[in-house]
């Protein structure tokens, strides 16, 4: 079986294998480093123990799960007290418990949402029920 033109085809295809890879190779190492969320507010510097609802560890890769079962259990079961590991009692409230610690939304949560590919603009769900926080500037 003969294949016309072959050395033109097989050029075009390598051509067009070089650039839908060009993105792959070009960025290839060079992954951006991860946020480092501030947890500098006077809320959290005036706490003896800096420790949150979770361990850090479980609240960076967790988080939306626990708000996410905190709201259907507040909303459709109507129980408001979340009783951690440790026996440490909170108040199941986006705004009034985590925002209460956590005032600094721009250089907290939309740091990690940005880097996490969030786009930029694009209103994380949380804030179509809730009041998104007021910083001061």
């Known amino acids: ?6 050395k033109y ?22 992954a951006a480093p991860a946020p480092k969320p ?14 949150c609802v979770l361990p850090k560890a479980e609240m960076i ?34 705004q009034n418990e985590c925002m209460r610690c956590h005032s600094n939304k721009s250089q907290f949560c939309d740091t990690c949402h940005n880097y996490a590919g969030l786009a930029t603009g694009q209103i994380p769900y949380c804030w179509t029920c809730h009041v998104a926080p007021k910083e001061a500037k």
Request: charged letters at 20%; a positive charge.
């Open 1 to 6: 079986m003969k294949i016309y033109n072959g």
């Open 9 to 30: 085809i097989l050029a075009g295809l390598g051509i067009f294998i070089v650039l839908v890879t060009v993105p792959i190779w070009y960025n290839m190492g060079k």
């Open 38 to 51: 501030s947890i500098d507010t006077p809320v959290i510097n005036q706490l003896k123990e800096k420790q």
């Open 61 to 94: 890769t967790g988080h939306m799960q626990l708000l996410n079962d905190w709201r259907t259990e507040v909303v459709r079961n109507s129980k408001r007290l979340y009783v951690a590991a440790d026996g440490k009692k909170y108040n199941m409230s986006l």
